[in-house]
T-cell receptor, first 114, second 113 residues
Framework: SQKIEQNSEALNIQEGKTATLTCNYT??????LQWYRQDPGRGPVFLLL?????KEKRKERLKVTFDTTLKQSLFHITASQPADSATYLC?????????????FGGGTRLMVKP | NAGVTQTPKFRILKIGQSMTLQCTQD?????MYWYRQDPGMGLKLIYY???????DKGEVPNGYNVSRSTTEDFPLRLELAAPSQTSVYFC????????????FGSGTRLTVV
């Protein structure tokens, strides 16, 4: 079955540094991959989508890479701030049908210390 | 423009009771989804709908039912609640087929005792 793996251990970094989160997946390679941010007690919020033919996508301080050979995506936050502290989820559509159903990883908690 | 609204925010049910979790969206999105999230786990898809009158099962549909009579509403029904259904439930929408992100509601935290 399809599986998405994110580091379940929290990532602690100092303010101003670059945070790098990893998302690995098995088997079938999806057409696109998404990243979400989730704060405690809230629903996930969509951040970025990257397609299989795109190596890299940027949005302000965020950068996502997508390596379909390694079956891996990296999510970078540059010049990190305490307000970036949250859980970050990656998600892929393995369904190969019209439902566009996302499978989510377990998320990685990021803690940015001032 | 409220986006995706879920009610109630919290609920405690006794084993064997039933309830309906409400989800309403005002974005005119065709695609709607119900996920559950257990502590430390990823979201798991329960049911989804690609438009009014069309629903289908996701990864963990047992113990749940849905209906989609309008574009705006996608209620999730729990029949005969069990402790295993203790979770946080999220409703989500998507604007169209292809490369769009989901918009999530704020969730319903359900405890079955």
């Amino acid at each position: 079955s399809q599986k998405i793996e994110q580091n379940s251990e929290a990532l602690n970094i100092q303010e101003g540094k670059t945070a790098t989160l990893t998302c690995n997946y098995t088997n079938y390679s999806p057409a696109y991959l998404q990243w979400y941010r989730q704060d405690p007690g809230r629903g996930p919020v969509f951040l970025l989508l990257i397609r299989e033919n795109e190596k890299e996508k940027r949005k302000e301080r965020l950068k996502v890479t997508f390596d379909t050979t390694l079956k891996q995506s990296l999510f970078h936050i540059t010049a990190s701030q305490p307000a970036d502290s949250a859980t970050y989820l990656c998600a892929l559509d393995f369904s190969n049908n019209a439902g566009n159903m996302l499978t989510f990883g377990g998320g990685t908690r990021l803690m940015v210390k001032p | 423009n409220a986006g995706v609204t879920q009610t109630p925010k919290f609920r405690i049910l006794k084993i064997g009771q039933s309830m309906t979790l409400q989800c309403t969206q005002d974005m005119n999105h065709n695609y709607m989804y119900w996920y559950r999230q257990d502590p430390g786990m990823g979201l798991k898809l329960i049911y989804y709908s690609v438009g009014a009158g069309i629903t289908d099962k996701g990864e963990v549909p047992n113990g749940y039912n849905v209906s989609r009579s309008t574009t705006e509403d996608f209620p999730l029904r729990l029949e005969l609640a069990a402790p295993s259904q203790t979770s946080v439930y999220f409703c989500a929408t998507m604007g169209g087929a292809g490369y769009y992100g989901y918009t999530f509601g704020s969730g319903t935290r359900l405890t079955v005792v």
